[in-house]
C-alpha cells in the first residue's frame, strides 16, 4: 500500500518553508457555497473574504494554510506526535540548518511504532551483550560494505568507529546501534568514504 499524507509543505524560491495545503482546504472547495444573507452580521468581514478567496483561488498561494513550526532531524517520536497533536495538519516539517529535509505524519509516527520492539521488564543488557547484538545485526544486512568496523560499548552507550561506503550507510547504522533494547546512546564515529577525497577501495 502506497503512503499517503494529508498535506504538502509549500517552499519558496529560497526552499523557505511559507505554508501547507491540506486535504480538508482541498476537500472544501467541493463545497457548494451558499451563505444566508444574515450571516454577515455576525461574522467579520475579513474572515468571509479569506473563506472565498479558499473556494475560488486557482494557486496554492491562494488556498494554502500557514505552516506549523517545525522540527530538526533530533526530534523524539513522542515530541513529535504532540506536535501534530497541536498543529491539526497532519502532518510537520522537517528542518535542518534552515532547509526542508523531509516531512513527518501520523502514518509514519503509526509506523515507526508498529516497528518498534515491545519493552519488557528484563534486566539491562550489559555491554558486552550489546556488543554482540550489534554484530548480529550487522551481520544479517546484505548492505553493510564494512563488516570490521570496531563496536564497543561502554554504561549502555554503543560506540562505532570504522569506514563505511555512503553517509546514508554512516546513519543507518547508528540507528541500527540506537535500536537495540537497553541501548542507553550511540557514539557514531563512522566516516564515509565517498567524502575522502580521490578516495578509493582500500578497505
Not at 519493552?119 to 551481520?139: F, I
Request: a negative charge.
Amino acid at each position: 500500500m502506497k503512503n499517503c499524507t494529508s498535506a504538502l509543505p509549500v517552499v519558496n524560491g529560497n526552499g523557505a518553508i511559507v505554508g501547507m495545503l491540506t486535504d480538508e482546504t482541498l476537500l472544501n472547495r467541493l463545497k457548494t457555497r451558499s451563505h444566508p444573507w444574515w450571516q454577515a452580521l455576525f461574522t467579520e468581514g475579513a474572515a468571509l473574504a479569506r473563506e472565498y478567496q479558499k473556494a475560488v483561488g486557482t494557486k496554492v498561494k491562494d488556498v494554502m494554510r500557514p505552516a506549523p513550526a517545525p522540527v530538526d532531524p533530533e526530534t523524539t517520536l513522542e515530541s513529535a506526535a504532540e506536535r501534530l497533536e497541536q498543529a491539526g495538519s497532519g502532518l510537520l516539517t522537517v528542518l535542518e540548518d534552515g532547509q526542508l529535509v523531509g516531512t513527518v505524519g501520523y502514518g509514519d509516527l503509526v509506523k515507526a511504532v508498529a516497528e518498534t520492539p515491545a519493552q519488557t521488564a528484563e534486566a539491562s543488557p550489559t555491554d558486552g551483550e550489546l556488543v554482540a547484538e550489534m554484530k548480529a545485526r550487522l551481520a544479517r544486512e546484505v548492505w553493510v560494505s564494512n563488516r570490521s568496523l570496531w563496536i564497543d560499548a561502554k554504561n549502555g552507550v554503543i560506540m562505532l568507529f570504522g569506514m563505511v561506503d555512503t553517509p546514508e550507510e554512516e546513519i543507518a547504522l547508528g540507528v541500527m546501534a540506537q535500536t537495540i533494547p537497553g541501548c542507553r546512546g550511540v557514539e557514531n564515529n563512522l566516516f564515509p568514504r565517498s567524502l575522502l577525497p580521490g578516495r578509493g577501495h582500500w578497505l
